[in-house]
T-cell receptor, first 113, second 114 residues
Framework: DVKVTQSSRYLVKRTGEKVFLECVQD?????MFWYRQDPGLGLRLIYF???????EKGDIPEGYSVSREKKERFSLILESASTNQTSMYLC????????????FGPGTRLTVL | AQTVTQSQPEMSVQEAETVTLSCTYD???????LFWYKQPPSRQMILVIR??????QNATENRFSVNFQKAAKSFSLKISDSQLGDAAMYFC???????????FGKGITLSVRP
């Protein structure tokens, strides 16, 4: 079974802090994604990566950056956290063609005070 | 831009009954794929069913089936013999053309009454 893990289920940070959200997948998938999930808005893509050191902006990249130094790990970085970044963050991975199933992590619920 | 619309935020079904969740989408592409994902409370999102646009036959996975109306750009999910474990948030999603990004609807919360 594919396993996608995220470093924390719950995280509380203060405004202005630098925040790292980590995601690891164990099935050698090329593609990895970061989404945020907000009530009434569904899932919105922040960034995705189709290979090591490669990244592309999603629909809402402002205020975020990403890092993919190893194939299995995709990090989401909030350079200076703000209260409007309080949300559920979901990581996903995908093997090969875009028609394939994305596998999701359990999510990190981030609260920025 | 592609859009996915789930107009009903919540639905409820009696255990063992059938329920249909609606989804419409907008695209100018001819080659695309549609998905239904399930997110149980406090658990990971999983794929329920997938439909390729070029296939006329509606996809089926056990108690889950879709009604894919390509001309109407409609993609509804039917859950037969509903079970308590079907209670979850369900997301309709689209991917198509040269775009490798999955576009999600806003989701619908399904509750199952015992």
């Amino acid at each position: 079974d594919v396993k996608v893990t995220q470093s924390s289920r719950y995280l509380v940070k203060r405004t202005g802090e630098k925040v790292f959200l980590e995601c690891v997948q164990d099935m050698d998938h090329e593609n990895m994604f970061w989404y945020r999930q907000d009530p009434g808005l569904g899932l919105r893509l922040i960034y995705f990566s189709y290979d090591v050191k490669m990244k592309e902006k999603g629909d809402i990249p402002e205020g975020y950056s990403v890092s993919r130094e190893k194939k299995e790990r995709f990090s989401l970085i909030l350079e200076s956290a703000s209260t409007n970044q309080t949300s559920m963050y979901l990581c996903a991975s995908l093997r090969g063609a875009r028609r394939n199933e994305q596998f999701f992590g359990p999510g990190t619920r981030l609260t920025v005070l | 831009a592609q859009t996915v619309t789930q107009s009903q935020p919540e639905m409820s079904v009696q255990e063992a009954e059938t329920v249909t969740l609606s989804c419409t989408y907008d695209t100018s592409e001819s080659d695309y794929y549609l998905f239904w994902y399930k997110q149980p409370p406090s658990r990971q999102m999983i794929l329920v069913i997938r439909q390729e646009a070029y296939k006329q036959q509606n996809a089926t996975e056990n108690r889950f089936s879709v009604n894919f109306q390509k001309a109407a750009k409609s993609f509804s999910l039917k859950i037969s013999d509903s079970q308590l474990g079907d209670a979850a948030m369900y997301f309709c999603a689209y991917i198509g053309g040269a775009n490798s990004k999955l576009t999600f609807g806003k989701g619908i919360t399904l509750s199952v009454r015992p």
